[in-house]
């Protein structure tokens, strides 16, 4: 930051050198916070610069890292395909954020080079060189892949418009408190002036803060505060959990989480669409009065504007209804986890990364837009960790559709919260029986975490086909009726339980 306020000479000379040494990035980053600083209006104080610039650099490595582990898991069986060298190649060009990964980028071929060992360890560990030809197949190939993982997968994340923040280190800040209440001063654009707040409340206050302003005009302070956690759990029940919108989730144990969770989710989402109807019909009353002469058009518009399409109101309003949800979330999750009675070892959850398709129509698209989806599984992650809970993931496919007892997966099975299964007639809460589907996948290895739905339906009717085989109509010599062979869901230990028990009524005839 020192650089900033030296002189036009000095300055460039600066800028030669960092381009001379191969920074060319640094020095476009000083030109243009130089440009920054000669305009008018409020600036950072050169502290912020630096929390703000060393925030963006984190965060740009994550996702580039994020960027190349999605790559080799994508790339890994296509590259099963190739030679050693060719392999190698392919994955000394994803190794990590260095210069050939961003050459690649720029639409080159990079060429390994035989005085870095590291290079010489990648590919040059064979005798036999690689053609032009071949370094710009697989360079290729890569390529598009890395691309293509950017523009739908791994996106660069996006600053959120609906909120300012600004951080301030150990040094930017000090606490003071009294007997009636705790201040924070803060450091300001003009020197040895500080800012003076009021807190709601005392707590202990450390670390980096982070001031946050919203649309609704209120702050709120953010405080880093290191978590303990307990030792894993070695004893205790195993459980599935199915997320739901009318409740927030169902267990194995046949319990329903958050019954009054659904009506707060379409009473804020119907609400909100209501008052988006109104603001779209200002918005076209505004724009036509725009277009019109005279003073008491552009009077009206005015107080259209003002009155009508502001957000703040808005803000504060979703706010405030997302808090009522977030309150029954963690309600719920800390009576779950921290029961006395039976407590939990493993929670066993549908695979946290699969996407949902949203295909209901307008008004049940526009309710499950605003489903805290993102909100319930991190906070089932943040709390299993704290109490030292296991978060096992499995693949969710037909999941509410599978019958627990014969497999049969069919659309019929389920209509709305009802399940009832159109061969056996097994029957009961469609969420209730998702959650015994989740946890009878725990340790499943026909169907794994990543195959697709399709797959998934594949096996389900292979286990079904075998369980029609078994489980036919029994004959019963004593009284010369027919019976059918009444197996329960599987719980834990169903899968090994239902198999020894087909095989018993087998023996029997």
Not at 476 to 481: K, L, P, V
């Amino acid at each position: 930051m020192g650089a900033l306020s030296k002189k036009s000479g000095e300055f460039a000379q600066k800028l030669a050198d960092l381009r001379a040494n191969g920074k060319a990035a640094e020095a476009n980053l000083l030109v243009l916070l130089r440009e920054l600083r000669e305009t008018s209006g409020p600036h950072l104080q050169a502290r912020h610069w630096k929390l703000a610039l060393e925030e963006t650099s984190k965060m740009a490595m994550t996702h580039w890292k994020s960027v190349i582990a999605e790559a080799k898991k994508e790339l890994a069986d296509t590259l099963k395909r190739f030679h050693d060298q060719d392999r190698h190649y392919a994955y000394w060009l994803l190794c990590g954020i260095n210069r050939q990964f961003f050459e690649l980028l720029d639409g080159k071929v990079p060429l390994p080079n035989p005085d870095e060992s590291f290079d010489r360890n990648y590919c040059l560990s064979y005798d036999r060189p690689l053609s032009s030809k071949t370094l710009r197949s697989i360079a290729g190939i890569v390529r598009r892949t890395v691309n293509r993982i950017r523009r739908e997968s791994v996106c660069y994340p996006r600053t959120k418009t609906f909120h300012n923040r600004i951080d301030f280190d150990s040094s930017c800040y000090t606490v003071r408190s009294t007997e009636e209440a705790q201040f924070l001063e803060l450091m300001s654009l003009e020197p040895g002036k500080r800012i003076c707040l009021r807190l709601k409340g005392k707590s202990k206050i450390r670390g980096t803060l982070q001031l946050i302003r919203d649309t609704a005009g209120t702050y709120s302070l953010r405080v880093y505060v290191p978590q303990q956690c307990e030792e894993k759990r070695k004893t205790g029940t195993v459980i599935g959990i199915d997320l739901g919108y009318t409740e927030m989730m169902a267990t194995s144990e046949q319990e329903l989480l958050g019954t009054d969770l659904g009506k707060y989710f379409s009473a804020i989402a119907d609400k909100r669409g209501k008052n988006s109807e109104g603001r779209n019909r200002m918005h076209s009353l505004f724009r036509h009065l725009l277009k019109k002469s005279g003073k008491d058009n552009l009077a009206k518009a005015e107080r259209i504007r003002k009155h009508n399409l502001g957000r703040k109101k808005q803000r504060a309003r979703y706010i405030r209804d997302i808090g009522v949800i977030k309150t029954i979330v963690n309600r719920e999750l800390n009576l779950l986890f921290t029961r006395k009675t039976n407590p939990i070892k493993t929670i066993v959850v549908e695979d946290l990364s699969a996407r949902m398709k949203v295909h209901l129509g307008k008004k049940w698209n526009r309710r499950l837009s605003g489903w805290m989806r993102g909100y319930l599984q991190e906070r089932i992650r943040y709390k299993a960790k704290k109490h030292g809970i296991e978060v096992s993931e499995v693949n969710p496919a037909h999941s509410s559709r599978e019958c627990p007892r014969c497999h049969c997966t069919d659309k019929k099975n389920r209509q709305g919260d009802v399940f009832k299964c159109s061969h056996c007639g097994y029957h009961g809460h469609a969420d209730l029986v998702a959650a015994l589907n989740i946890l009878g996948r725990l340790g499943d290895k026909e169907i794994r975490k990543g195959m697709s739905p399709s797959r998934v339906k594949a096996v389900l009717d292979g286990r079904y086909v075998g369980w029609k085989s078994l489980n036919h109509t029994v004959t019963d010599r004593t009284s010369g009726e027919e019976r059918v062979v009444d197996e329960s869901p599987r719980s834990a230990s169903s899968k090994s339980e239902l198999r020894s028990n087909v095989q018993v009524c087998i023996a029997s005839r």
